[in-house]
């Protein structure tokens, strides 16, 4: 049975910079819903990675939750706050 794979870029406000077959809410202050256009047969793996050059290398992001149909993002600053940063996932099954 083939993969199903998204992979994408969302900017710090929010927006799809890269990537297709999903939609992106930037819910609340470093908070991300990242919604798969078609669902996956069973929960994906999803992993996630700041792209912002220019925060701190010890800004975070953190995959909170993952189902067929979404996975939720929270990113933060080097204090481990909740703040806007760029980042980039991979969900594949």
């Known amino acids: 049975m083939p993969h199903q794979l998204i992979r994408g870029n969302i900017s710090a406000d929010g927006h799809r910079t890269a990537g297709q077959g999903f939609k ?19 929960t994906p793996t999803v992993t996630a990675t700041i792209l912002d050059p220019d925060k701190n290398r010890v800004d975070n992001v953190h995959v909170e939750e993952v189902t067929t149909e979404q996975a939720i993002i929270s990113t933060g600053d080097y204090y481990g706050a909740l703040s806007d940063r760029g980042f980039g996932f991979i969900a594949l099954d």
């Not at 992106?24 to 069973?42: C, D, Q, R, S, W």
Request: charged share 25%.
């Open 24 to 42: 992106v809410v930037h819910m609340e202050t470093g908070k991300y819903a990242i919604l798969f256009n078609e669902e996956f047969p069973e």
